[in-house]
């Protein structure tokens, strides 16, 4: 199973997302956001693509904040997978994001536009950073492997 992670998008149209982007979420099982999308309508250009998960984040439209949650726990592939956007500051932000999930195989996270792709204790954290800048791939088989695509 092959997820392609993005966020921090900050776009107010799906035609402003990176075409190297477009082209490979075309091609995986299941898309998430992990936040700050800002508009309605790169949510729904992404659903146009695949199946969508997503989470609200600190710069998303009222709108958005309504629509999505803070936080999805997720099966996918076997895996257990939790979402969020994060907050506050980059340091100790996976301290942050931990405390917000149960036993969970991976959390993707945005909030800091800095990349991660590190397991911590057992558990795969996985940032793709700034979605002008990087997208993630997260292929799940055997074990878990991220990847981060830079733009």
């Not at 992670?5 to 776009?11: F, R």
């Not at 956001?33 to 800002?38: E, F, L, Q």
């Not at 609200?56 to 099966?75: C, T, W, Y």
């Not at 994001?97 to 954290?125: A, C, P, S, W």
Request: charged share 25%; hydrophobic share 40%.
């Amino acid at each position: 199973m092959r997820i392609g992670v993005v966020s921090d998008t900050h776009m107010y149209s799906f035609q402003e997302m990176p075409q190297k982007l477009v082209g490979a979420f075309s091609e995986v099982d299941l898309i998430v956001h992990a936040g700050d999308i800002v508009s309605l309508r790169v949510l729904e250009g992404l659903r146009g693509l695949g199946e969508l998960k997503a989470v609200r984040g600190n710069m998303d439209s009222a709108e958005l904040k309504h629509l999505l949650p803070e936080k999805e726990i997720v099966l996918a592939g076997g895996r257990k997978i939790g979402i969020t956007h994060g907050s506050g500051g980059a340091w100790g932000i996976e301290e942050r994001v931990r405390r917000m999930f149960d036993e969970v195989d991976v959390i993707i996270y945005g909030h800091t536009h800095v990349t991660k792709n590190e397991q911590i204790g057992g558990t795969l954290f996985f940032n793709p950073g700034q979605g002008r800048r990087s997208f993630g791939i997260l292929t799940i088989e055997e074990g878990i492997k991220g990847e981060i695509v830079r733009l």
